[in-house]
């Protein structure tokens, strides 16, 4: 039966993938970090970590820095990369901004949709469209801004 430290992490086992080379000094940071802790890297976790880091990609340091600076076991994402990846939901002024401004088109096309009328000139379909396709887009957003104001208050 092999001995718990022959099953241990060290900087060339496993090695690191190809992609992270550039990130090997950190790797060996992380490796000290974990034994700091009294929770030394196994293989089969480090294996686990650098497929992590892998998917990681160009954010691979500041997450092996990030982890480190929290003390953490593993090895997460800084906050702003974790929620840069969800959707965020817009405020209450962004839906109103766009909706705004959705208006404003539409009453642009509208008042030159009926100065066309009224000089008995041939309109043209294509304002028409935009003009039914800007009020298509209003109605959701004006649902949403209602639903956000009403949760708010």
């Not at 190809?18 to 700091?36: A, C, G, P």
């Not at 209003?138 to 949403?144: A, D, S, T, V, Y």
């Amino acid at each position: 039966m092999p001995s718990k430290k022959a099953n241990l992490a060290t900087i060339n086992d496993p090695p690191l993938p190809h992609v992270l080379l550039h990130i090997e000094d950190l790797w060996e940071e992380w490796i000290e970090h974990r034994k700091e802790l009294g929770k030394p890297l196994t293989i089969r976790s480090a294996r686990m970590a650098l497929r992590r880091l892998e998917e990681a990609g160009d954010a691979a340091a500041a997450w092996i820095e990030h982890s480190i600076a929290c003390g953490y076991q593993g090895i997460f994402p800084p906050p702003q990369t974790a929620s840069s990846t969800k959707s965020k939901e817009p405020s209450i002024w962004e839906i109103s901004q766009q909706l705004e401004a959705k208006k404003n088109q539409r009453m642009d096309i509208w008042n030159e949709y009926a100065l066309q009328y009224e000089s008995k000139r041939a309109t043209h379909p294509e304002a028409w469209a935009d003009y039914q396709r800007l009020t298509k887009e209003i109605r959701p957003l004006e649902k949403q801004l209602a639903n956000m104001r009403s949760r708010a208050s």
